[in-house]
T-cell receptor, first 109, second 114 residues
């Protein structure tokens, strides 16, 4: 079964602290994984995709096939990072995105 | 133009009304999607169009009727909806080709069914 699991509903950290939002997946084949972010009252935006191996807004994510994980990390959280973060898996050739349940990141001053 | 636009932003309708949601993109994407998102939940796929043809219908009730009149436009026709259909309806687009399927989302239409 294809599934994305984000175990934390809420992650609360202080400004300047490191952040790790967890994402585990279940997929038979080569996965394509994404992180999307949804700031309050804004559209869902692509943050990262694993094939690009890029760093956006200080966030990085590494695909670990052995652990079937794609955790999102940032060394120093900022208050403007507060948002809902969704990990998503693209299924096969259909383009269908399977989303995790999302993690709300709250960065306190 | 690098955005997906959706109209209207908000819509209130009765259970006997007929209304339509509209989505537009001018990025040359040939795959378009409708998602439904309830509060504090992830988006749930409803329909996928690829090259203007319906390729996925995720067992959506027939009171939702999608239409893709051309490669830039996607409509969702609504009829006889139920209060539980109240949600944020998101449109997305992407290239359908392998490796280029990053989906870009519109801001959504917030629908309230009374």
């Amino acid at each position: 079964a294809q599934r994305v699991t984000q175990p934390e509903k809420l992650l609360s950290v202080f400004k300047g602290a490191p952040v790790e939002l967890k994402c585990n997946y279940s997929y038979s084949g080569s996965p394509e994984l994404f992180w999307y972010v949804q700031y309050s009252r804004q559209r869902l935006q692509l943050l990262l995709r694993h094939i690009s191996r890029e760093s956006i807004k200080g966030f990085t994510a590494d695909l670990n096939k052995g652990e079937t994980s794609f955790h999102l990390k940032k060394p120093f959280a900022q208050e403007e990072d507060s948002a809902m973060y969704y990990c998503a898996l693209r299924s096969g050739n259909t383009g269908k995105l399977i989303f995790g349940q999302g993690t709300t990141l709250q960065v306190k001053p | 133009d690098t955005e997906v636009t959706q109209t209207p932003k908000h819509l209130v309708m009765g259970m006997t009304n007929k209304k339509s949601l509209k989505c537009e993109q001018h990025m040359g994407h040939r795959a378009m999607y409708w998602y439904k998102q309830k509060a504090k939940k992830p988006p749930e796929l409803m329909f996928v169009y690829s090259y203007e043809k319906l390729s996925i219908n995720e067992s959506v009730p027939s009171r939702f009727s999608p239409e893709c009149p051309n490669s830039s436009l996607l409509n969702l026709h609504l009829h006889a909806l139920q209060p539980e259909d109240s949600a944020l309806y998101l449109c997305a687009s992407s290239q359908p080709r392998q490796g280029l399927k990053t989906q870009y989302f519109g801001p959504g239409t917030r629908l309230l069914v009374l």
